[in-house]
């Protein structure tokens, strides 16, 4: 690496247990879970449907599992954290 660039990210080995990091916030909305829906292809009703989902224990609607982690790689991302080191996550 150029001595002169200033390196953001953190390698596997800098990580340490109970190290914290704080990411900017973000709303899921109902066009991120239907956009999510057509991109995916589940259209499972307790994602889509509201009438449906106000008779489920939660109520509401609620977003697919993988669009909170995809949301969450975006989070991780815009840290800084993994910023030219995130190539190093690809042998875990």
């Not at 596997?12 to 109902?30: D, K, M, N, W, Y």
């Not at 975006?74 to 954290?81: A, D, E, N, S, Y």
Request: net charge negative.
């Amino acid at each position: 690496m150029d001595e002169n660039v200033t390196r953001r990210g953190m390698y596997f080995e800098e990580f340490r247990v109970g190290q914290r990091f704080i990411s900017a916030g973000r709303t899921i909305t109902e066009h991120d879970i239907l956009t999510f829906a057509g991109l995916s292809g589940d259209y499972n009703q307790i994602h889509t449907d509201a009438e449906f989902s106000k008779a489920t224990p939660f109520g509401q609607r609620v977003a697919h599992g993988v669009l909170g982690l995809a949301v969450a790689t975006g989070l991780v991302m815009r840290t800084g954290i993994l910023e030219g080191t995130v190539l190093a996550f690809r042998e875990i």
